[in-house]
T-cell receptor, first 114, second 113 residues
């Protein structure tokens, strides 16, 4: 009964490939996010969806495309993978409209591009 | 440009003593602050938060202090337990909620038995 689950946990792939990471939350939250933790350990927001609508899109290459089929799911597709994409990607969710509602994170997907 | 700074990458304390983790921020628009705890191979988990209208918030062994004039907050853990050993992230938001949280780099706390 994991609250925010993302798959796969590990992803090793070669440069130029296309890959997807899936995320699902069963908390009934209305907003979902993708965060990236790079080699310097910073957690930075990439995207945010509220009720399937994109509300935050930070400076992320167009090769990254989030898809939210419903408010419980937010997938991340990455085209033409590059070495610099290697990082840990965290999915998260929250009640954005509920002031003070904290983020709930998944356990992360460690992406290694070789 | 780091808007949220955790200048101590690591901290080691003895079990039963106080752990004090510090965080500084530069953006005066931040009005909501959170602390997250992260174990290896897991996602960050919410620990405690504080709104800018308060200067202290307490939850069991965890207390967060906010000094707005100094743009500084700290997390106190008393008494520290070995299970508290983790990486602690400070985060801030300018919108009073979880949207667009800005995280620090984290401080690795080790509590020695």
């Amino acid at each position: 009964d994991t609250a925010v689950s993302q798959t796969p946990k590990y992803l090793v792939t070669q440069m130029g490939n296309d890959k997807s990471i899936k995320c699902e939350q069963n908390l009934g939250h209305d907003t979902m996010y993708w965060y990236k933790q790079d080699s310097k350990k910073f957690l930075k927001i990439m995207f945010s969806y509220n009720n399937k609508e994109l509300i935050i899109n930070e400076t992320v290459p167009n090769r990254f495309s989030p898809k939210s089929p419903d408010k419980a799911h937010l997938n991340l597709h990455i085209n033409s993978l590059e070495l610099g994409d290697s990082a840990v990607y965290f999915c998260a969710s929250s009640h954005a409209l509920k002031r003070g509602s904290p983020l709930h994170f998944g356990n992360g997907t460690r992406l290694t591009v070789t | 440009d780091q808007q949220v700074k955790q200048n101590s990458p690591s901290l080691s304390v003895q079990e039963g003593r106080i752990s004090i983790l510090n965080c500084d921020y530069t953006n005066s628009m931040f009005d909501y602050f959170l602390w997250y705890k992260k174990y290896p191979a897991e996602g960050p988990t919410f620990l405690i938060s504080i709104s800018s209208i308060k200067d202290k918030n307490e939850d069991g062994r965890f207390t967060v202090f906010l000094n707005k004039s100094a743009k500084h907050l700290s997390l106190h853990i008393v008494p520290s337990q070995p299970g508290d050993s983790a990486v602690y992230f400070c985060a801030a938001s300018a919108q009073g909620g979880s949207e667009k949280l800005v995280f620090g780099k984290g401080t690795k706390l080790t509590v020695n038995p």
